[in-house]
């Protein structure tokens, strides 16, 4: 009974409480829509219009939304291996054997937290080459710019931490000859080395320091930062526009104007 | 502007797409309003459902592939027994291959820091907004600094014995020669392509061919002690 449903639906969007949730009211009116994506603390960091021709594949290959894809992947199944994981030795290694053979679907989980979190390594590197072959690095968009590489090395240190995790041979000696070169630091390295593995070789205290980075302090400097990447598209008067792309100009101007007083 | 006769007003509206734009114009200048309309669509929900369409056709690619490939998973941890050779994540490769020439000083710190500076500093560096070719003008001395420096890198390079970073700098500087020796109004589209382009593009061009080449080498061409070996061979 759609009829029905869509009764119930409409009673729940006019009640008071859904009004005062959701502000934008009903309506599908270009105002109502603006509404939708101004009234939410969200969706407001984006603007409520977007020049017709930046929609095209051509104009961004959509490398941005991409990458925010498969941050969002890396989240959900980064919080559910969560469940499933103790950062202690010898217990980690053990978590990923329960993954692989006791745990449901434990090994597609690993899988798709692993290919994803390649991808989005791949996809920030090529973001960030399409953003300089088109020139949309340039002002007034040069802050952006900057915490776009912010962003890059809150990947980089993501995927490096989360390396570590496993506990396996790869792991451990991946991480070992890449925090061997932080010793290379004139003057401080050594006391930077044991700072970042709390202590003078990669043990029980750098795998809990790992973890603690992977699972909550980057993941919260990347949340923070790609809040600060979106708005500033918008700040920064939208998606940047190249000579190349053709120009849909609106048909405004046929616009009789007592319609256009309406 | 005592005397309100001194300007004129004027109003430009589209309602439907955006707000009012009210216009003052001074008699004494001549500025006139260019007012073109872009057509636009609303984020929502144009944009917003290509986006979620695009994560999700993303997602079943992700998902394909992880039901297909598992990830790797080797024995545990152990201090004791170094495997031959101990590689980093594929995306630090480059560097690592780096490390195989230069002391961990250059390689591991200098490097990476002078990378990153330079890419913070690239929207500031670029004061000329379109972007001239780099030979198009100033170009006797453009030329001679460029030939110090690439002959400069190269002779460093390869007394370093870094060859595989020599050969992406030596097929750039050519293609770089060929800029400087094309017209803007070339016949050939390669060559007006090439003329065209400004420093800014040269540098980033050469970075990303030494990162493919790098880190291709690292990822698959890299064995036991660090010596050659072909991908395919066992």
Not at chain 1, 189 to 202: A, S, T
């Amino acid at each position: 009974m759609p009829g029905k449903t869509d009764k119930i639906l409409e009673q729940i969007e006019r009640s008071r409480v859904w009004r005062s949730i959701f502000r934008s009211g009903r309506g599908g009116s270009p105002l109502h829509r603006a509404l939708a994506i101004q009234q939410n603390v969200f969706l407001h960091l984006f603007s409520t219009k977007v020049r017709k021709r930046m929609l095209g594949f051509n104009a961004t290959w959509y490398l941005g939304a991409l990458t925010l894809g498969t941050f969002l992947i890396l989240i959900v199944t980064g919080v559910l291996l969560m469940l499933y994981y103790h950062p202690s030795v010898p217990q980690a290694y053990a978590d990923m054997k329960d993954l692989q053979f006791v745990v449901s679907s434990g090994l597609f989980l690993r899988n798709l937290h692993r290919w994803s979190a390649q991808v989005m390594v791949f996809l920030v590197f090529a973001h960030m080459f399409r953003v300089f072959y088109r020139g949309a690095y340039r002002p007034p968009r040069e802050f952006n710019w900057v915490v776009g590489v912010v962003l890059l090395l809150i990947t980089l240190l993501l995927s490096y931490t989360g390396y570590l995790l496993p506990w396996d041979q790869l792991a451990y000696w991946a991480i070992t000859v890449g925090s061997n070169l932080s010793k290379a630091v004139p003057l401080v390295g050594d006391k930077i080395h044991f700072l970042l593995l709390g202590g003078n070789e990669v043990n029980a205290n750098a795998l809990l320091r790992f973890y603690v980075l992977h699972c909550l302090i980057l993941p919260l400097a990347a949340l923070l930062f790609i809040a600060v990447h979106f708005w500033r598209i918008r700040k920064d008067g939208g998606l940047y526009v190249h000579q190349s792309d053709p120009k849909t100009l609106a048909a405004s101007k046929k616009v009789a104007p007592e319609k256009e007083a309406k | 502007m005592n005397d309100p006769k001194e300007f004129i007003a004027g109003f430009d509206s589209d309602q439907r797409r955006s707000p009012t734009r009210v216009v003052f114009v001074t008699r004494r200048t001549s500025a006139q309003v260019k007012a073109n309309y872009e057509e636009q669509v609303q984020t929502y929900p144009e944009v917003l459902f290509r986006v979620v369409l695009a994560i999700e056709l993303l997602a079943i690619v992700l998902v394909v592939l992880s039901l297909l490939f598992n990830a790797p998973l080797e024995g545990i941890a152990d201090a004791t027994h170094t495997p031959n050779p101990a590689k980093a994540p594929w995306y630090f490769l480059g560097l690592q291959e780096l490390l195989h020439y230069f002391p961990p000083v250059v390689a591991g710190v200098l490097a990476p820091t002078m990378l990153i500076v330079s890419l913070v500093i690239i929207p500031y560096f670029n004061i000329n907004i379109e972007a001239d070719g780099l030979f198009l003008n100033d170009r006797q001395r453009r030329l001679q600094i460029f030939y110090l420096i690439a002959i400069g890198l190269l002779v460093f390079l390869v007394a370093f014995h870094v060859y595989v970073a020599a050969v992406p700098t030596l097929l750039v500087a050519i293609a770089m020669v060929v800029a400087a020796y094309s017209s803007p109004q070339s016949t050939v589209a390669a060559r007006r392509y090439l003329a065209n382009k400004p420093l800014a593009w040269w540098v980033m061009t050469w970075f990303l061919f030494e990162l493919i080449v790098l880190t291709a080498v690292g990822t698959f061409f890299r064995g036991p002690g660090w010596s050659w070996v072909l991908p395919w061979g066992s």
